[in-house]
């Protein structure tokens, strides 16, 4: 029977109750060793049936795959459902035969796997259920169970403190917008990390709205907000020896008479101001204010974001890989490498901003949020290079930023991207084996 299975693929035993995957040992420069995104598809496509209950599943894997394996796997049982039938959630076992494998190590793919879980159900409840409020409860309810100190900008709040770029795009939510950090400090830390995310709940375009084919599943336009929650949640939990933050930005970006409209000139927490020209460019402004923050108020000395910021960012990396841009060539390297141990997928784009910085030339303001017309940059490294703009593009820093629009979902279901990449660029500063080797 074995003798009928190629060198990769699935192969069902026992009326469908049974699947033995096989997964090549070989793959491109461009894709990850582990082939944990072939085990992602095989492990997805599997129907199994209304009354299963529990799943046990045995992974033989080298030590150095074991990661990006685990979180392919995790990635295939999703946890949000409303449907009135079969929504029983399984329990999910997952014996991992490898020799190396520590206390520690096992400990955090337990970890990894929730947080993983967590980014997708997250991503995938609709805005009528996670409404700016909810997100920011979710938020708080991590920061409690990891005892870490929070700082909470809502509403009005966000307007007096400055933050022109929140309080503007999400003033016309249903929710308040609100701006979250979760902090773990440490006092003999050497370096100040901060991930900010972006939260936009669910993104209409604004007053320049979407079309109805355009609309549909913007609810995971907070997955960057998500999966840095989460990579947060992980690294805390397991250790992290050095100052961490996580920033989130969370709004819904919708229609009323006070709306953002086009023309408009908003002031941005860094004090320079924005001509806005498009609606639907909203991201990057309430970033733009997440990664200030993160440089005057948290004294940073590396910044990471995260977002669903633009649909060209599929035409420059495709579905699979998250589009980084950073000013640091070490950090680049090291992102790329992390994605490809990890499995969250990452390949570069050009940071130039004394080229392509000028397509966001305004005539009235310090810059317009887009370019509608002729650009000579790449659509997805302009709109990081709005972002860049706040922080002098990261001077006296590391600063990078990651656009995962096309990998934060697959056949409308969030995919997790995020934890797995972060836990892995940053697991030198824990306490697991798996990480540091």
């Known amino acids: ?4 299975i190629t060198s990769a693929g699935r192969f069902p035993l026992h009326y469908q109750l049974a699947h033995l995957i096989a997964i090549s040992d070989t793959a491109s420069r461009g894709n990850t060793p582990t082939n944990s995104q072939q085990l992602f598809r095989e492990m997805r496509s599997i129907s199994y049936p209304e009354d299963v209950r529990n799943v046990q599943i045995v992974l ?15 990635k295939t049982f999703y946890k949000f459902t409303r449907k009135t039938t079969g929504n029983e959630e399984r329990n999910v076992f997952i014996d991992v035969v490898c020799d190396m494998l520590t206390n520690a190590d096992a400990t955090f793919l337990t970890d990894l796997s929730e947080s993983v879980r967590e980014t997708a159900r997250l991503i995938d409840t609709p805005a ?48 308040p917008p609100a701006f979250v950090v979760l ?4 006092p003999e830390s050497t370096e100040t990390i901060a991930l900010v995310g972006k939260g936009v709940v669910y993104d209409t375009g604004g007053l320049q709205i979407k079309g109805k084919t355009g609309m549909p599943n913007m609810k ?26 996580v920033c989130l930005c969370i709004v819904e970006n919708n229609v009323s008479p006070i709306a953002n409209k086009p023309d408009d000139v908003i002031t941005m ?37 995260m977002a669903t910021l633009t649909g060209a960012q599929a035409y420059m990396t ?3 890989h998250g589009a980084a841009m950073t000013n640091d060539d070490e950090l680049e390297a090291a992102i790329i490498k992390a994605g490809k141990k990890s499995g969250d997928l990452v390949a570069p784009m050009l940071f130039a901003p004394d080229l392509f910085y000028p397509d966001l030339k305004s ?50 279901r969030g995919t997790g991207y995020g934890p797995a990449l972060f836990t892995t660029l940053l697991g030198q500063h824990t306490n697991v084996p798996l990480l540091r080797q």
Request: charged share 20%.
């Open 1 to 4: 029977m074995l003798s009928r």
């Open 269 to 305: 927490l860094s004090g320079k101001s924005v001509e806005i020209n498009n609606t639907d460019a909203e991201g990057r402004l309430i970033l733009a204010d997440g990664v200030y923050y993160a440089r005057e108020y948290l004294k940073a000395t590396t910044i990471f974001d």
């Open 220 to 245: 995971r336009d907070m997955g960057g907000a998500a999966g840095m929650l989460e990579a947060f949640a992980a690294l805390v939990k397991n250790g992290f020896s050095q100052t961490i933050h």
């Open 60 to 74: 033989f894997a080298e030590y150095p795959d074991v990661l990006a394996q685990v979180a392919a796997v995790a």
């Open 363 to 412: 005539p009235i303001a310090d810059m317009r949020n887009s370019n509608l017309g002729k650009m000579e940059g790449p659509p997805s490294a302009v709109a990081g290079l709005f972002i860049g703009a706040h922080i002098e593009f990261g001077e006296g820093l590391r600063w990078l930023h990651l656009d995962i629009a096309a990998p934060a979902e697959c056949g409308d």
């Open 183 to 186: 902090s773990h400090e440490v």
């Open 318 to 320: 495709g579905r699979m």
């Open 128 to 175: 009528n259920i996670l409404t700016t409020d909810v997100l920011v409860e979710e938020a708080l309810h991590v920061a409690k169970s990891l005892g870490c100190k929070t700082t909470l900008y809502r509403g009005e709040q966000l307007l007096e403190a400055g933050f022109g770029g929140i309080y503007h795009v999400g003033k016309a939510g249903p929710t």
